[in-house]
């Protein structure tokens, strides 16, 4: 009788230890599933965070080249550098960085300034200093619209073999990122020493070192990132034009060029017309002959360019847009995320616009 009631006592026991570690597995998993669902919930109102901040940045950039003077564009105006977001009014509540964890600054880059890959001939092509013959030849062949590739250049035949295989693109580039697809277009000639970066995005957010780094980016090795565009008729701003994208310009010279990048930054030496050129002495007839086919002195689309990120946190975002300025109206053509660590991961992926939705990667 006791030995019977003995095993009672622990079979009653065995039950309660299981229905207690049973309670405590469900207590463990409604708690993991309530931090996974609060984590999202966080994560979803960061996003939507950086989404006002960088409709905020975007309508700053916006009024100031509303604002902006058409006839002449040059690296002294206000819409030229690095600039922090300003107290603005976003969907009619007030947006003030001092008030938020967020550190926010953005950039407008003339695209009117870069060489169109579509429009380019060869020989300006060939300009690019980290281009060879044969990655021209297969930048024309991935543009042109037939299947005959050019010598040492790229056609269906080689991209099929790839692997994953595609097919070339015989139509127009459209957007940069897609370089990154033909034949001979590394990762290193595509974003050039500023390759870790990722082009315009510089690692840290701060004004200071982003200015400190836009002192010496002349002397740096600029990719294709940087000189080349898929907007624009063609012609390029000779006064926001990088040295770089001027030394590409066949039979201009080096006095040319010179006194082009000399009046960059002077308002009251800006390049207005050809008049300017003709009126000087350190043009020759060639160079002058050059810029009639291939100047201009006013721009029409730029890239705009938002960095976020929380203040001393290690990931941060850029939403990048291209902005067209058509008559008296200004209105943005595409609108792109990306996110990146300070590991320099790159990780693209699309967010709404006003008029498209872009997806990398």
């Not at 003995?6 to 463990?28: E, N």
């Not at 689309?301 to 902005?323: D, M, P, T």
Request: charged share 25%.
């Amino acid at each position: 009788m006791v030995r019977k009631e003995s095993r009672r006592k622990a079979l009653v026991l065995i039950v309660v230890v299981y229905i207690i570690a049973s309670l405590s597995m469900l207590a463990f998993a409604l708690a993991y599933r309530s931090r996974i669902a609060i984590k999202g919930t966080s994560l979803l109102t960061e996003r939507l965070q950086q989404d006002q901040l960088a409709l905020a940045a975007c309508t700053q950039a916006l009024s100031i080249l509303a604002a902006d003077d058409r006839n002449v564009d040059y690296l002294a105006e206000p819409w030229s550098g690095r600039h922090e977001l300003v107290p603005v009014q976003v969907a009619y509540q007030p947006v003030d960085t001092n008030d938020t964890p967020w550190e926010v600054n953005w950039k407008l880059v003339d695209e009117s300034a870069k060489i169109n890959v579509n429009l380019a001939s060869a020989d300006l092509l060939l300009g690019i200093e980290s281009l060879d013959e044969a990655a021209v030849a297969s930048i024309l062949d991935w543009v042109d619209q037939d299947d005959i590739p050019n010598p040492d250049g790229a056609e269906d035949d080689y991209y099929s073999g790839l692997a994953p295989a595609y097919k070339c693109k015989n139509g127009p580039v459209d957007s940069m990122e897609e370089l990154l697809l033909i034949k001979g277009i590394s990762s290193q000639i595509y974003y050039g020493s500023n390759m870790e970066q990722g082009g315009n995005f510089p690692t840290e957010t701060s004004v200071d070192f982003a200015e400190s780094a836009e002192e010496n980016w002349q002397d740096d090795f600029v990719g294709l990132y940087d000189m080349l565009t898929v907007y624009g008729d063609g012609r390029i701003n000779i006064n926001t034009a990088l040295r770089q994208v001027l030394d590409a310009m066949p039979l201009l010279s080096d006095a040319a060029v010179s006194e082009i990048v000399s009046r960059q930054k002077s308002p009251a030496r800006k390049f207005s017309s050809m008049d300017d050129i003709e009126n000087s002495d350190n043009f020759n007839v060639i160079d002058k002959l050059l810029l009639t086919e291939i100047a201009k002195f006013n721009s029409n689309h730029f890239q705009l360019i938002i960095s976020i990120r929380k203040k001393g946190n290690s990931f941060w975002c850029e939403y990048v847009a291209a902005i067209e300025r058509q008559g008296k109206n200004t209105h943005v053509l595409n609108w792109q995320r990306k996110s990146r660590t300070i590991n320099k991961d790159i990780i693209y992926f699309g967010v709404y616009d006003n008029q498209s939705v872009s997806s990398q990667g």
